[in-house]
């Protein structure tokens, strides 16, 4: 079953750190790039991050750029988003978003893994 | 990194047409073709409905349509059912491996 599924959410004080992972099935997670993209509660939807299939090359939103870091491990199948010094504005449900073959469009969504930033 | 600009909401009886308006500048939309256009329920992942300005994926509506002008895409919804009351939100490359989303457009069918 072609799939994403992110996990690893959950509360976290201000400051603190956090690791989300994704894990995929059902494709060749090795050759496709992958994004994170996530919604604060009630808001539209904003792109995080972005690695190339090989995890040579990353970017990041303005927003999170020097505190998150989006990794791979293609031989596990599965993406992470490592997030560092951590705000309230940080509070989102984070989704792992597949990329076909670099045309930057979405075309497999996880369900979401719900991070919440609160003292 | 700005937001693309979409109208907060859009309506429509059941059987009309509607278009959504995004509008971004010259360093996304109006640059490249990798324009998409996304369909979230409450509380569900948001499903990919245009890929670059006007194609359909397998197993979507022909009653979804994608097109662009200069700076501004659009989608267009016709003969408008119950099922497509969603939020709907335009996606652009945005140049050096970024992407940048619209603000979302709450549709109500009537």
């Known amino acids: 079953q072609v799939q994403l599924v992110e996990s690893g959410g959950g509360v976290v004080q201000p400051g603190g750190s956090l690791r989300l992972s994704c894990a995929a099935s059902?494709?060749?997670?090795?050759?496709?790039?992958m994004h994170w993209v996530r919604q604060a509660p009630g808001k539209g939807l904003e792109w995080v991050a972005f690695?190339?299939?090989?995890?040579?090359?990353?970017n990041y939103a303005d927003s999170v750029k020097g505190r998150f870091t989006i990794s791979r491990d293609n031989s596990k199948n599965t993406l992470y988003l490592q997030m560092n010094s951590l705000r309230a504005e940080d509070t989102a449900m984070y989704y792992c978003?597949?990329?076909?073959?670099?045309?930057?469009?979405?075309?497999?969504w996880g369900r979401g893994t719900l991070l919440t930033v609160s003292s | 990194q700005s937001a693309l600009t979409q109208a907060a909401s859009v309506s429509g009886s059941p059987g009309q047409s509607i278009t959504i308006s995004c509008t971004g500048t010259n360093s996304d939309i109006g640059s490249y073709k990798f324009v998409s256009w996304y369909r979230q329920h409450p509380d569900k992942a948001p499903k990919l409905m245009i890929y670059e300005v006007s194609k359909r994926p397998s197993g979507v509506s022909d009653r979804f349509s994608g097109s662009k002008s200069g700076n501004t895409a659009s989608l267009t919804i016709s003969g408008l059912q119950a099922e497509d009351e969603a939020d709907y939100y335009c996606?652009?490359?945005?140049?050096?491996?970024?992407?940048?989303f619209g603000g979302g457009t709450k549709l109500t069918v009537l």
């Open positions: 996606c652009s490359y945005a140049g050096s491996n970024t992407v940048v």
């Open positions: 978003a597949k990329e076909n073959y670099g045309e930057w469009y979405f075309d497999l």
């Open positions: 059902g494709f060749t997670f090795s050759s496709y790039d």
């Open positions: 690695i190339r299939y090989v995890g040579s090359n990353e």
